[in-house]
């Protein structure tokens, strides 16, 4: 309320109005769990990129004389594997490293992949309504209405066990909501002045549905997108749980977890930091999600 | 609301239809001989193959087929395990209720302290309490939940010894099954040793089950609560002078409920995928494990037959939540 | 002695920019059975004002007042409890959107019967013989089968009506009603006008009417209290502050009435705009936007001047040569 008192003068002061992403920018600073949701999926990133230089040893070394070694401030820990071994004298650290850049890769690759294909069949249903809408739209109903995991199941029983297989599955999974999101927002954007004013210029429909409407239906799709990274990542390490999506040796995090197992009970590091990785994304994710979802959402602007 | 039934009714044929085409199709895109994979990867005679190939319809076209194969779901055949030689469907109903007591136990632990968390959340927004709960809720909703049991068993069963790792019940205990719920069949059994039994393996993989929808529905409750709490006829039950816990228990919560009750009903499905991670942690014996050691030792059949039936069913009770809904909110009741 | 009494009456709410007070020392008296018009544009503390004297201002708000009494009950010092064995049941309020003031999950009778239940108990089939009276009274036909109805079944004049049955189910000796006719058909809102009057005339009931139409005060009330932001600046016997209004506000709200400029080719309008809860003038509220404005006026905010038969917050009121 003050600070509303305190604008009056302000804008009359300053002509033009805030860049959107300045404005935008205003908004998600005020969230400090989006900030640190920010921040840590910056660090998740830089880990990704540098885990070459970053991590103290190979991901895939076995160090015959340091089986199942405690992290460093256990007894019997050494400062050679911080973060301990695992059964077969695998650096943790330098395999969590390395699977920052598999779970960041996962998420690229899921989203970019269910962004496209569903951002397409969204416009394709919004635009050509009839038969091809109701064609697409209730192929989309049946893919919402299996379980996520049934879903990737079935599509990694097609294709066979593999990272790469599990990342088409879990695109499988994010597909719908994205192409849903995409057609919802057409439907709302064609109604607008806008275009039926491109329209009659003679705009040509690739351009009208890509150059004209597409931009002004990104703000949900990019909550979406950030919320559905945490989906990816979370579904991907499912599957590597079960033993469906990376195999050993690849160093992800949900198969880590699945080689641990018979472990629990001797070494509790192997078990429990994969897992707190996966949740801290997960986490960092989320929060940013929600903060762009709180920031971009102009219905709870004031 | 005959009308609003079967506009429901209406609108899941087609979905249905389509996890049909999914599961049809599944066979026929898995690389290898459908034929071999349906009746398991041994050598067959070329009599015995040929005759198979007619029984099944393969030499039909692919519409025929698909028809074919509707027909049989119509009639109750779900496939035969190539393992076990046993039906499918005898198979799902055997294991089912397993799944079932778990998924219960979590959604009711789920509810239990979901509900009244959000609720108090609600009340005494921007408490500390407040704060604690949506702080654990988006942690909750975070958690990878097959990595969340690994470490309930790490402190309750490990450290703690307080709990059995797996399976339902002690070894020495035999109940016979009479409704498939252990619990169930221990109390009628009057058996109050399995009972206990029971329970102790039970809590550990409800819980963790639990979780993501314990933190979907506090969430979902605060913020409908919050919604509901700054309405007009809310001023007007307290101008009546009524209680507060009048006012927020019954003419607040009653409004609240209605998007609370269509969020817990769309857990069915989270439910169902986590139950295949849960019941493999802890060596429950219900249809997730069941699925998954299928697809492990390829038992196609079995995969293609239990997707469908376990989606079905989910689809079912998505059905059942949406006519609920229509109970619970007079507008949708009287209005069409 | 006065049934409601309300001395130096301030609400102020927390936000996150501080302060704000909606309300500045309002002083009312209402009588027993008399009918007390409160008029004032929106923001102008009207509604705000009465619900702090049921007890339902926001958790956010603080109320404070050197006297707030009802029929003898000092309102600041009653507990929770005891002020909602008042509220709902001596004192009674009914809103502007009679639509959304009723909850859409029970039933009319359900809601008619519960106010009676908590204050004055009584088995259910006398509660529904009370419940099927009070729709009768309120002019709802065939009020036995209405009582199963919920209220998105029932037109924005039938809500109102049971909001009305449901506000004087208990007998109340105050009836406050918050701009009552705004939301409602032009058709509808005379009907709702002359309903509330009749009760009021045969239970001997106090009336508090809040509007922001002079009209239908100048037919009803016995006293006018004019507020602008947040504060009381004039409060009269209706009779005369319509024939002689001695606040600039109050004289510039009747000009503005359709029927007082008839003839004219255009309406007056006051010019500028209510000031905001945060941006409040130095000295008199109104004085941005008076005629008659002088330098003391900027100075200091006026106080609460007896006048004839009543009060007037100006410094240079009208009429006093």
């Given at each position: ?122 416009l ?19 893919l ?25 599955a ?8 994205f192409?849903?999101l ?10 607008k ?8 210029t ?10 004209t409407?597409?931009?002004n239906c ?26 469906l999506g ?23 590091w ?33 | ?8 009714l ?10 049909t085409l999914?599961t049809?199709?599944?066979i ?34 692919i ?8 027909g049989?779901?119509a009639?109750?055949?779900?496939g035969?395990s190539?393992?076990t ?15 079932v007591e ?28 407040d ?16 990595w ?30 009479v ?34 929808p ?8 605060r ?19 009524l ?10 919560l009653r409004?609240?409920l ?11 499905g ?22 998954i ?6 038992d ?37 | ?46 509604s705000?004002s009465?619900?702090a ?12 007042a050197?006297?707030?009494?009802f029929a ?8 929770p409890?005891?002020r909602?064995g ?28 519960e ?16 419940a ?15 009582l ?11 809500c ?24 409602l ?12 009057l ?45 024939r ?9 709200l ?5 029927e007082?400029s ?22 008199c ?13 900027r ?7 007896p006048?004839?038969g ?12």
């Amino acid at each position: 309320m003050a600070t509303d008192a305190g604008a009056i003068p302000a804008a009359a002061h300053s002509a033009a109005p805030p860049h959107p992403l300045v404005e935008f920018w205003r908004y998600f600073r005020q969230n400090k769990g989006a900030l640190a949701g920010l921040g840590v999926i910056i660090f998740l990133g830089l880990v990704a990129i540098f885990a070459d230089v970053l991590a103290p040893h190979p991901p895939a070394e076995q160090f015959r004389d340091a089986l199942l070694r405690p992290p460093v401030w256990q007894d019997g820990g050494t400062w050679r594997f911080v973060l301990g071994t695992d059964d077969i004298g695998r650096d943790i650290l330098s395999r969590l490293t390395h699977g920052a850049r598999v779970s960041m890769a996962v998420g690229v690759f899921v989203i970019a992949l269910g962004l496209l294909v569903g951002v397409v069949l969204g416009l394709t249903a919004g635009f050509f309504s009839g038969p091809v809408d109701i064609a697409i739209m209730r192929a989309m109903d049946t893919l919402l209405a299996m379980p996520a995991l049934l879903l990737a199941i079935v599509v990694v029983a097609i294709l066979g066990p593999g990272l790469f297989n599990a990342m088409l599955a879990v695109s499988v999974v994010v597909l719908p909501g994205f192409a849903r999101l995409t057609r919802a927002a057409v439907l709302t954007e064609l109604s607008k002045d806008y275009v039926t004013a491109a329209r009659m210029t003679g705009a040509r429909l690739p351009r009208l549905m890509f150059i004209t409407v597409l931009p002004n239906c990104l703000a949900p799709l990019i909550v979406q997108a950030t919320l559905g990274f945490s989906t990816a990542i979370l579904d991907t390490a499912a599957l590597g749980f079960l033993g469906l999506g990376a195999q050993p040796p690849t160093p992800e995090w949900g198969t880590m977890l699945s080689d641990a197992l018979q472990f629990i009970q001797r070494a509790w590091w192997v078990v429990t930091l994969p897992g707190a990785a996966i949740l801290l994304t997960v986490l960092a994710f989320n929060l940013m999600g929600d903060g762009l979802r709180d920031a971009l959402d102009p219905k709870l602007k004031r | 609301m005959l009308r609003f039934l079967l506009t429901r009714l209406t609108l899941i044929v087609p979905t249905f239809l389509g996890v049909t085409l999914l599961t049809f199709a599944m066979i026929r895109l898995i690389p290898g001989d459908p034929i071999l994979l349906i009746f398991g990867e041994r050598n067959v005679e070329e009599s015995v193959y040929n005759q198979m190939k007619a029984d099944l319809g393969l030499d039909k076209p692919i519409l025929v087929q698909y028809a074919y194969y509707l027909g049989d779901l119509a009639h109750g055949k779900f496939g035969t395990s190539i393992i076990t030689r046993t039906p499918v469907l005898s198979e799902f109903l055997s294991l089912f209720p397993a799944t079932v007591e778990l998924s219960l136990t979590a959604i009711t632990l789920a509810v239990l302290i979901g509900l009244p968390a959000g609720i108090i959340a609600a009340v005494r927004r921007n408490s500390v309490f407040d704060h604690t709960v949506m702080g654990a809720s988006l942690t909750g909703y975070s958690m990878p939940i097959f990595w969340w049991g690994l470490l309930l068993i790490l402190l309750f069963s490990v450290t703690l010894g307080w709990t059995p790792v797996s399976g339902r019940m002690a070894v020495k205990y035999f109940v016979e099954p009479v409704t498939g719920f252990v619990l169930l069949d221990a109390a009628m059994a009057g058996e109050w040793g399995a009972f206990r039994s029971a329970l102790q393996h039970l809590i550990l993989p409800a819980a963790a089950l639990g979780t993501i929808p314990l933190a979907v529905i506090a969430r979902m409750t605060r913020s409908s609560m919050l919604e509901v709490l700054n309405e007009d006829y809310i001023r007007t039950a307290r101008a009546k002078g009524l209680p507060p816990w009048r006012v927020v228990g019954l003419h607040a919560l009653r409004n609240a409920l209605i998007p609370v009750i269509t969020v817990i009903g769309l857990q069915v499905g989270a439910l169902l995928s986590g139950a295949i991670l849960t019941e493999t942690i802890f060596s429950w014996p219900g249809i997730g494990k069941w699925l998954i050691e299928s697809i492990r030792r390829r038992d196609y059949p079995v995969v293609q037959g239990g997707v469908l039936l376990a989606a079905s069913i989910v689809m079912l009770v998505n059905l059942t939540v949406d006519v609920m809904y229509g109970l619970i909110n007079p507008r949708i009741r009287k209005g069409r | 002695m006065a049934l409601l009494e309300i001395k130096n009456l301030s609400v102020a709410f927390a936000t996150h920019g501080g302060e704000v007070r909606a309300v500045e020392g309002v002083d009312l008296t209402v009588d027993e059975g008399q009918v007390l018009g409160i008029v004032g544009e929106s923001g102008s503390g009207k509604s705000v004002s009465s619900l702090a004297v049921m007890g339902l201002v926001a958790a956010n708000g603080r109320v404070t007042a050197d006297r707030m009494s009802f029929a003898g009950h000092d309102l600041m010092k009653l507990g929770p409890r005891q002020r909602r064995g008042i509220t709902g049941r001596d004192v009674a309020m009914i809103f502007q959107e009679p639509m959304t003031s009723l909850n859409p999950c029970f039933t009319v009778g359900f809601q008619l019967t519960e106010g009676l239940r908590t204050h004055l108990g009584g088995s259910r089939q006398e509660l529904r013989r009370r419940a099927v009276e009070l729709l009768d009274q309120v002019g709802i036909p065939d009020p036995d089968t209405r009582l199963g109805a919920f209220p998105h079944q029932l037109s924005g004049g039938m809500c109102q009506r049971v909001m009305i049955a449901m506000a004087i189910a208990c007998n109340p000796r105050l009836l406050i009603a918050d701009e009552p006719t705004t939301a409602l058909d032009v058709t509808i809102q005379r009907q709702i006008l002359e309903l509330l009057l009749d009760l009021q005339r045969k239970r001997g009931m106090a009336l508090i009417l809040i509007t922001h139409n002079m009209g239908v005060v100048a037919e009803t009330a016995h006293r006018v209290a004019v507020m602008y932001a947040g504060q009381v600046v004039e409060e009269r016997p209706a009779a005369e502050l319509f024939r002689h209004p001695r606040h600039p506000y109050t004289a510039a709200l009747l000009e503005a009435l359709p029927e007082r400029s008839a003839g004219q080719r255009r309406l007056p309008a006051i010019p500028g705009m209510v000031p905001g809860l945060g941006d409040r003038p130095e000295g008199c509220l109104f004085n941005p936007r008076c005629g008659r404005v002088r330098d003391v006026c900027r100075a200091a905010r006026p106080p609460l001047l007896p006048t004839d038969g009543g009060a007037v917050r100006c410094l240079l009121p009208l009429g006093a040569a």
